[in-house]
């Protein structure tokens, strides 16, 4: 027995849709407080658009950052800037 599947041709007017999405990092970004571009930060408080730290983690701000001490590799990132 054969289906509409076994013969693409079959199926008529059907649309893919394909979609992508972000991967979003669950690491450490909760346990510390990151280096992100100001107007980033914004940006995604407005669209709720994942932000990318210096280190590289990616996630969606939500939380006080002066909570939590700061990510050790964005520091390291941040000091080799000034130099």
């Given at each position: 027995?054969t289906?509409?599947?076994?013969?693409?041709d079959?199926?008529?007017?059907t649309l893919?849709?394909?979609?992508?999405?972000?991967?979003?990092?669950d690491?450490?970004?909760?346990?510390f407080?990151?280096?992100v571009?100001?107007?980033?930060?914004?940006?995604s408080?407005?669209?709720g658009?994942?932000?990318?730290?210096?280190c590289?983690k990616?996630w969606?701000p939500?939380?006080d950052?002066?909570?939590?001490p700061?990510?050790?590799?964005?520091?390291?990132?941040y000091?080799?800037?000034?130099?």
């Amino acid at each position: 027995m054969t289906t509409p599947l076994d013969n693409p041709d079959s199926l008529g007017d059907t649309l893919l849709d394909e979609k992508t999405s972000e991967s979003i990092n669950d690491g450490d970004h909760e346990k510390f407080a990151h280096y992100v571009d100001k107007d980033k930060i914004v940006e995604s408080a407005v669209t709720g658009k994942p932000v990318i730290a210096l280190c590289g983690k990616v996630w969606v701000p939500g939380r006080d950052p002066s909570k939590f001490p700061i990510c050790p590799d964005c520091q390291k990132i941040y000091e080799s800037f000034k130099q």
